[in-house]
């Protein structure tokens, strides 16, 4: 399966929650600033800040601009994203196996949590 451009992704996650109608009345604005592919996408609770993690990198976004305002550029490509019921940080699972926490505000690492290989039956 061929991945679509980030920013078509990103663009579509955006309208279909802005408010004032649904997203089929509205036309698709990108979002610029994105780069590589889409992997995941959060609201933070307040729903004013669009995380999304990539293949290029953890990428926050103004909805109310279209545009990125924050970029974490990684070595390792991300494949999933989980926010904290506050959303100040974001834990995103990356292609080596490990997670990393970021602060969704500045983008610095909070912690990396190791990869670790279990045994068929191990909890």
């Known amino acids: 399966m061929k991945a679509a451009p980030l920013a078509c992704i990103c663009a579509a996650i955006y309208l279909a929650f802005v408010p004032g ?15 590589g592919n889409l992997s995941a996408a959060r609201w933070t609770p307040d729903s004013k800040t669009l995380v999304v993690a990539g293949t290029r990198g953890l990428f926050i976004v103004d909805p109310a601009t279209a545009s990125v305002t924050r970029e974490v550029e990684l070595k390792t490509s991300l494949g999933s994203l989980a926010l904290s019921p506050d959303g100040t940080l974001a834990a995103a699972g990356q292609s080596d196996g490990n997670i990393g926490v970021y602060a969704v505000s500045d983008g610095a690492v909070r912690a990396t949590i190791a990869a670790q290989e279990f045994k068929a039956g191990e909890a």
Do not use: D, S
């Open 21 to 35: 109608g649904p997203a089929a009345e509205m036309t698709p604005t990108p979002i610029a600033g994105l780069k």
